[in-house]
């Protein structure tokens, strides 16, 4: 039987298991009488225990265009100094939320734009809910992307029709059972992905000690394409773009919404900080150890030309398919393309979910309860799951740079969203400080982005600045800043009797 027809049959019943589960989990809550209720949908009761909730989060940033294709070209494109670019700066967000979570814990809320509008009204929920949807739109769509053009070879069929399959597969069981379907089948992808990541770097180290030695091995690798400094420099990535990095990740990734919702949804503080501590030990492995060895087994195998990448390799892209093609026996390559099946699931799940959870419980429902009969209202947190789906589906098909939308998205988390919950801690704030500041960074970064890549922006920065093509997020942290500040020293208006 031809490989690429047991890869359809590995496929195919992956996305019948985790169907399911979905129906299962639909069972379960009709069977206590809560089939209808939007609380148990997005949170699963606020019962996890410190494991399921740790495996959750490992799955959905052990993902196909975070950790398969993102992390791995960084490996290819700067050598060992990509640590600073992804690996790190996450490893710091882990340490961020085991120090955070009894603060988080005690705010009794639990989405981001709920804290926030518990403090500061329903408008600052409202409007903190649009962003956080635009940028889990953007992973999502990421994701469906890199999945499809990452499996569709190897099953020889289109990128397109992947994406079609993966997204319905998605919205079915998310919109069966909801944030208790995605976390459980999170648990399952785990698994396979951690293989997924083990295999492969396995079967990169096999085919290099094959030709060479291990001291050799470093000895002669080849310069990486997008720096000039040997591959096993700390800083070859540059002090410029590893500052901009930080700026632009760290303090999102510190409010990234689906960390946040896991350590909410945990039964206990104890269970909470646990499930940190285990992702944060899985993405040490899985996020940081297996990307590099995959990495910089690439660039000894297939060493760049200069600055130009072999073609095959679709500017390192395309790493994780390759090497399968190259050097996985047929029958382990079916696993592997339930690997990369469940991989790109988890990390859609997840953020299909914040996704739709900013729009329908944030957005919408706050407005809707008093306005439609509970009975419709209650439905629609499954409406919305795969309208969100759906909608990232449809992104993903024009979807061109990860490099570009992962900085642009994670930098709409730092600009807009961090100042708003770093409010939440600051005494006398005023609620259109926070209004101010939500519109101005969104605005502002949206803007600015523009401005950097289509527009004249560069040419008004510094050389440093301009050289990394992040400046925009710099700028647009900085009219968040501004708006936030000068807002509190106008008057308040009062109304005119």
Not at 53 to 73: D, H, R
Not at 206 to 224: C, G, H, Y
Not at 353 to 378: G, K, T
Not at 404 to 409: E, G, K, P, T, V
């Amino acid at each position: 039987m031809p490989v690429h027809v047991l890869n359809w049959i590995g496929f195919s019943l992956y996305a019948v298991v985790v169907v399911v589960v979905g129906i299962r989990s639909l069972r379960r809550a009709a069977a206590t009488g809560k089939k209808d209720s939007s609380q148990e949908f997005w949170t699963a009761g606020q019962r996890l225990s410190g494991w399921a909730s740790g495996l959750s989060i490992s799955a959905s940033m052990m993902s196909i265009s975070w950790s398969c294709v993102y992390g791995v070209q960084l490996f290819y494109w700067y050598g060992l100094g990509a640590l600073w670019l992804l690996a790190i700066p996450w490893l710091l967000a882990m340490l961020g939320f085991f120090l955070l979570a009894p603060r988080l814990r005690r705010l009794q809320a639990f989405s981001q734009p709920e804290m926030v509008g518990r403090r500061f009204g329903v408008r600052s929920r409202q409007l903190l809910a649009l962003p956080l949807a635009f940028v889990y739109l953007i992973w999502c769509g990421a994701e469906i992307h890199a999945a499809a053009h990452l499996t569709a070879p190897l099953l020889q069929t289109s990128p397109q029709l992947m994406m079609f399959l993966i997204a319905l597969v998605v919205a079915t069981y998310s919109a069966l059972g909801g944030f208790e379907a995605d976390v459980i089948t999170d648990q399952i992808q785990f698994a396979l992905v951690a293989f997924f990541i083990a295999m492969i770097a396995a079967l990169g180290a096999r085919a290099v000690l094959q030709q060479s030695s291990l001291p050799a091995f470093l000895a002669s690798l080849a310069t990486p394409p997008k720096t000039s400094a040997p591959a096993v420099s700390l800083w070859s990535a540059g002090p410029a773009l590893i500052l901009m990095t930080f700026i632009a990740y760290l303090p999102g990734w510190l409010v990234t919404t689906d960390v946040w919702i896991r350590l909410q949804a945990a039964r206990s503080l104890a269970e909470s900080r646990r499930g940190v501590a285990i992702a944060a030990l899985n993405s040490f492995i899985f996020v940081t150890l297996g990307p590099l060895l995959i990495g910089l087994t690439a660039l000894y195998l297939y060493p760049p030309h200069g600055s130009v990448i072999p073609a095959r390799l679709a500017e390192g892209a395309a790493i994780f398919a390759v090497m399968m093609q190259d050097f996985a026996p047929p029958v382990l390559s079916v696993v592997l393309v339930v690997g990369l099946a469940a991989a790109a699931m988890s990390t859609i799940d997840t953020t299909g979910n914040v996704m739709a959870l900013s729009l329908s419980y944030d957005m919408l429902e706050p407005a809707l309860q008093s306005r439609w009969p509970p009975a419709l209202w209650q439905r629609l947190p499954r409406y919305i799951s795969v309208v969100a789906i759906a909608a990232a589906f449809v992104y993903a098909l024009f979807i061109e740079s990860l490099w570009d939308i992962f900085y642009l998205s994670s930098g709409v988390l730092t600009t807009t969203i961090f100042l708003p919950m770093a409010a939440l801690f600051l005494p006398n704030t005023k609620p259109r400080q926070v209004h101010a500041a939500i519109i101005a960074g969104f605005a502002g970064t949206l803007l600015f982005y523009f401005l950097e890549t289509r527009g004249p922006l560069r040419q008004f920065e510094p050389g440093w600045l301009a050289q990394t093509e992040l400046g925009y997020i710099l700028w647009g942290l900085l009219a968040a800043l501004l708006a936030f500040g000068v807002v509190r020293l106008l008057p308040q208006r009062t109304p005119s009797r």
